[in-house]
DNA sequence: CTGAAAGCGCTTACAG
DNA sequence: CTGAAAGCGCTTACAG
């Protein structure tokens, strides 16, 4: 068996209690227990038993986090994986470690979250997406137990760090308006993602804002997958009249676009330019190389967890909502060169 | 505070005992008394307290995992996402957890493994990178802790999840002499590494097959990054005698030569042709498509989960090195088109 | 089929 | 500065 807190306080002729009192620290232990007891833990290899303390502490220094379903598969690999490396990062830096669930529908996913919670599995859960009305976010709010949104919900007061999509979108579509279009599209994602909706309201508040017109066929509901990009390419050069340049809510979704167009024989920015977001690795890869606007997904994450942890700590947040700022990369696919829409 | 057992007992008129048994689905218990207690615990929200339960079962149901450390990082990025999901998808089916943890250097990652282990915070470790002679494989090793290796570890007889390397690099080499080069040069990434081995080892087993030249000029290490697809690319072409094929350790890495080749003017596959491994979403849409080995990556860690809770379970295992079988996707990168290099 | 009791490895008032 | 004791929420022989 394991040495245990009892070998050690038998071995250096001092009580269990004074050893779980050099363990934490303790103030009012002498320097001469605290050398000896420390040394005979190092001799024997003693660690103490995570499930025992936190059984009596009431902590467990694990952080949840429930992992996506695959029906987002392909936006999560980039985003993800960024994500993850925040979040696990910063908890390690804060002796906490991040422990994953997967769950296969809404409900699996509840049921998850539930047993995590309520069986003090975790101290805080991290929520990597945001939908709609999302139980999951009703049942923290109910229980009050410690978690964080990657997004946010509505206007509700929760803890979140999030980007200014709006603000990103908008200036995305700025960006092409300065290159001179007029004719602007926008594939968005799925409708019940505040990411789809932010975004969708930030590109209509440029166009709005420049007089430009906005057409309802011209903004494009799908997935973050690159047949949704492959997709409302051919619907929208298929219109009768049709946008000369797309905002895109994902790099992913653009690359099925550029596939389309390069199939068909379109030139990119020439015949459409493209900006999108999220500007993973390979945007600057692509040919040509995609405008994109970076929206610090690792900072997202290392934000996210060092938030949640302050606030199981006990530390009131000065700000419920915090915002990773964005920065737009502009690279080919969205330069003014010939044209040949004018 | 939460319902604990006591409570549920109480008003269920039953013993503590009892309960715990309902909760475990002890045969000896009468239908009666196990329908109204679950009834209670229905309706009172209970949920059992994982960790008092792992403190006297010595069973955590939890799989740990060390983050790869930032030096591995793109590489990561698309394997990592993919793999995790294996794992963690697998690992849910059976009723287990995964827990992450991160480390900055090698000797953080084997304090953390230390932490994990000897913390009996889980049943068991998967570890997703096998290097040579390293000190986590040594540790566990030595405490007879369940592990699995998604890789393997030189002819050691431990518990591993791989693909054969080594056929994957000759059939990639063995494509290439195919289609009539005969100077083929290779990219590794980091020598130590056993994946960088094994696939060395295939393309030279090739070449000798074939009897073609094989010059040390003609391979060159670096990391799993762009950067050193573009650094091997610009020494590849200032050579006198260059090849004119190279087999790639990775998709990333192509993709950096891709870049590198693009900037110079050259042709792929007219000039250079390419195959890599992984086959990551990407390569498809890359342009030139990219030929690449599909290595399984979510099937690595869907059988690593698997194996690895088997043998936490106590159940023998037939092999001890699971074998996921690779497939060469030919696309246009690697077509024997119009040849500048003749 | 069920209960009382001991115990998993730790922490923490209480007392000195 | 340190120890004895109670207790965290559960499981599991032992006994009936």
Redesign the pocket.
Known sequence: ??V???DVAKKA??????V??V??N?????R??TRKVKEIMEEMGYH??IM??S???NKTYTLGMVLPRPAEELFQNQFFAENIRGITTQASRNGFDVLMTAGHSEQDELEAVTRLVKGRRVDGIILLQSRKNDPIIVFLKKEEFPFILIGHYGDDDILCVDNDNIQASFDATMHLISQGHERIGFVSGPPNLTVSQDRLEGYRKALAENGLRMLSEWIVEGEFLQESGYRAMSFFMNLPERPTALVVIDDIVTFGILRGLTELGFKVPQDLSLVSFNNITLAELSSPPLTSIDIGIYQLGYMASQLLIRQIQGDKPQLLRTIVPHRLFVRESSLNLKRNWS
């Open positions: 068996m394991a245990t807190i009892k002729g001092v009580s269990p209690s004074t779980s009192r363990l934490s303790h103030p009012r232990i002498s001469e227990t103490s038993n025992a303390r059984l009596v502490s």
